[in-house]
């Protein structure tokens, strides 16, 4: 999570009572999860374009052929 | 339909122009695309399943649904707002699959239950284990829009404006949401746990 987005949830957390203990709940989840929380640094793993690949090698196949996300 | 076709890219071609040649089966040009938000999706399943193996199966199902659906994409929306909206329905699908799975087995309200975290001694790293357990469950018995509305707004950190439209509902609906997804995760998480834990 950014800096701007943190110190928005930690104003809002300040202004709204009902909110304030639920957004320290995700706070220390974020915490505990795994160390950062930078989407920056999220990795996805090797080989998520699998399917994508053996769909596109069917015969005949191609985007948008089969059904909507 | 041509067939699709696999044509090399260089890291300076235009978005737009990737999702014209993505348009007419060109797989190189997908995964160019898709490729630069890869991390966020799978971070974004990760936060909503709490499983690797179960995000990672979500991606790779994210990713193949925009591939077949990239002719229907509509350009004047952003490519990162549609990946991300199929990615949140999947993760939300799988969760429900999960709670499908374990529906007759019922919800232990002591697993829920936080111990209040003491200073960091020896116990400290097992009870933020179960803090961390804990309110991984808390998100998963929320409903699926009040998920979708946490995840966005408070873990991955977008606007409302943002975190709105990639849930496909107007900014009053999801503030709502929000709103009771926070109070929700309050409820089952307890409060004299979180002050302990969070202060």
Request: glycine share 8%; net charge neutral.
């Amino acid at each position: 999570m950014s800096w701007r987005s943190r110190r928005r949830l930690e104003l809002h957390a300040e202004e709204c009572p009902d909110c304030s203990l639920g957004i320290r709940a995700l706070r220390a989840l974020l915490r505990l999860l795994g160390g950062g929380s930078d989407p920056s640094e999220a990795r996805a793993p090797a080989g998520i374009f699998d399917r994508v690949r053996a769909d596109a090698a069917r015969p005949e196949a191609g985007a948008g052929e089969s059904e909507a996300p | 339909m041509s067939r699709a076709v696999w044509s090399p890219v260089s890291a300076n071609t235009p978005e737009h122009e990737l999702i014209g040649r993505a348009r007419a089966g060109d797989v190189g040009a997908f995964e160019a695309l898709a490729e630069v938000h890869a991390g966020r999706l799978y971070d974004v399943a990760l936060r909503i399943l709490g499983d690797a193996v179960e995000a990672e199966d979500v991606l790779q199902e994210t990713l193949l649904r925009a591939w077949r659906g990239i002719r229907r994409f509509e350009a004047r929306a952003a490519v990162f707002t549609w990946l991300y909206r199929i990615a949140v329905n999947e993760s939300n699908r799988a969760l429900e699959r999960r709670r499908a799975r374990r529906a007759n087995v019922p919800v232990d309200e002591e697993a829920v239950a936080v111990p209040t975290p003491s200073s960091d001694g020896p116990a400290s790293h097992a009870e933020r284990r179960e803090l961390r357990e804990a309110l991984q469950l808390a998100i998963g018995q929320l409903s699926a829009p009040c998920r979708t509305a946490l995840v966005l707004r408070d873990i991955e950190g977008f606007s409302t404006r943002e975190a709105a439209e990639i849930a496909g509902v107007g900014e009053a609906a999801f503030k709502s949401r929000l709103h009771q997804a926070r109070l929700t995760v309050r409820a089952l998480v307890g409060d004299a746990a979180l002050v302990a834990s969070a202060g």
